[in-house]
Structure formats: structure tokens, C-alpha cells
């Protein structure tokens, strides 16, 4: 079965500007989790979103949002862009259970000039 | 806060060595997945250990958790130029249905 899909795989976008990510997690998948990956800080959890309701949040600030279509595919939005938010965006599907390992994608390369 | 330290950050290795890579954390986990990542992609998933002491083997990939399931290890036997890529260690909290993350270990196996 296909994986998880993230859109687009590359972008580049100007300091003060909006982007919106878009995750399609595998069929049947009912949980996607967004992470922020750079070479200094590793892996940095988001949030998570389950059957449309954001389960858990990460401690990032109020520029960074998502949410969760009925069909179970996210998106993320950055708005008001900083530099340091430059980075690789991960988003993983799972079924949802507490032990439910984590299926990623790979990856939108995001990059604020 | 749970954290879970990783170690070496960074190893670079002849093809046919062994090494272990660490995970540690003065918590608890539920259970610690390991992933590998290859530049370009997401991380995939390794294996899960959930059992104190138990270890798990993947070709020459060994796997042990911690009796107290506080620390894990991923030992490679005899290394390859395919074994490299990031190795990321995540624990499973007692509690909730967040990962805790380590940093990584950047692996190179030169042949």
C-alpha cells in the first residue's frame, strides 16, 4: 500500500510569508504527527492530530498550526516565517494506539530567506 | 521533562568493525523504538523493544533494552557502507502518546 505522502518536497519562501505543508498518511492510518527536524536541535515534535482533534502539542509558538480533514490527510501552517524555522518538516502516520509505531514521510525541506 | 540522551553523536568507522550506539534516561518508557534515517527520506522503523532485558536481533543488528527500561543499545556486527545513515532512539512515556526523541547518531561506514 502506498506510504505517506508529503507535499511539496521543496520550498523556498521569504521571512515574513505563510507556507501550509500537506501530509496524506496510509489508508486506515487515523493519526498524523508533524515534526521539525535540524542538524542542531534533532527531531522536535509539533503535534499530533487524531480523527481531526489535535491529541498532544509540542512547545512550539502560535505561528506553527494544523489540523485534520475528515479523510485523516493534515496540514501544517507556519505563518509569519523566521529564519530559524528553516528546516526539514516530517509527518508520520499510525493507527492511532498508544503503541503504534510511526510510519514517516519524507519530508518537506523548508528553507526562509 | 524525560530525556533521552543519545551517544556518540557522531561515528565514523571502518566496513567490518562492530560499534553500540546508546540510548539513556534517568526515566522510565513504556517501550523505545529505534529508526534509521538515509539522507533524503523520513525515518523508518527498526524495531520496538517493551520488555526490561529483552533483546532483539535484526540480521547483525542487536537490540537491548534496559532491565530497568530506562537505557537501550543497537550493537552492529561487522559494519557496512549500507549500515549508514542517523540512528534515532524514541521512548514511549508511561502515561501519555508522545515520543521522547534522542538526538541521534550520525553513523558512516567507509568501505
Known amino acids: 500500500k502506498a506510504g505517506v505522502t508529503q507535499t511539496p518536497r521543496y520550498l523556498i519562501k521569504t521571512r515574513g510569508q505563510q507556507v501550509t505543508l500537506s501530509c496524506s498518511p496510509i489508508s486506515g492510518h487515523r493519526s498524523v504527527s508533524w515534526y521539525q527536524q535540524t542538524p542542531g536541535q534533532g527531531l522536535q515534535f509539533l503535534f499530533e492530530?487524531?480523527?481531526?482533534?489535535?491529541?498532544n502539542k509540542g512547545n512550539f509558538p502560535g505561528r506553527f498550526s494544523g489540523r485534520q480533514f475528515s479523510n485523516s490527510r493534515s496540514e501544517m501552517n507556519v505563518s509569519t516565517l523566521e529564519l530559524g524555522d528553516s528546516a526539514l518538516y516530517l509527518c508520520a502516520s499510525s493507527l492511532g494506539n498508544r503503541d503504534s509505531p510511526l510510519h514517516f514521510g519524507n519530508g518537506t525541506r523548508l528553507t526562509v530567506t | 521533562t524525560q530525556l533521552l540522551e543519545q551517544s556518540p553523536q557522531f561515528l565514523s568507522i571502518q566496513e567490518g568493525e562492530n560499534l553500540t550506539v546508546y540510548c539513556n534516561s534517568s526515566?522510565?518508557?513504556?517501550?523505545l523504538q529505534w529508526y534509521r534515517q538515509e539522507p533524503g527520506e523520513g525515518p523508518v522503523l527498526l524495531v520496538t523493544?517493551?520488555?526490561g532485558g529483552e533483546v532483539k536481533k535484526l540480521k547483525r543488528l542487536t537490540f537491548q533494552f534496559g532491565d530497568a527500561r530506562k537505557d537501550s543499545s543497537l550493537h552492529i556486527t561487522a559494519a557496512q557502507p549500507g549500515d549508514t545513515g542517523l540512528y534515532l532512539c524514541?521512548?514511549?512515556?508511561?502515561?501519555?502518546?508522545?515520543?521522547?526523541w534522542g538526538a541521534g547518531t550520525k553513523l558512516i561506514i567507509k568501505p
Open positions: 523493544v517493551v520488555t
Open positions: 492530530y487524531f480523527s481531526e482533534t489535535q491529541r
Open positions: 526515566s522510565v518508557f513504556s517501550s
Open positions: 524514541a521512548g514511549l512515556g508511561p502515561t501519555n502518546y508522545q515520543l521522547i
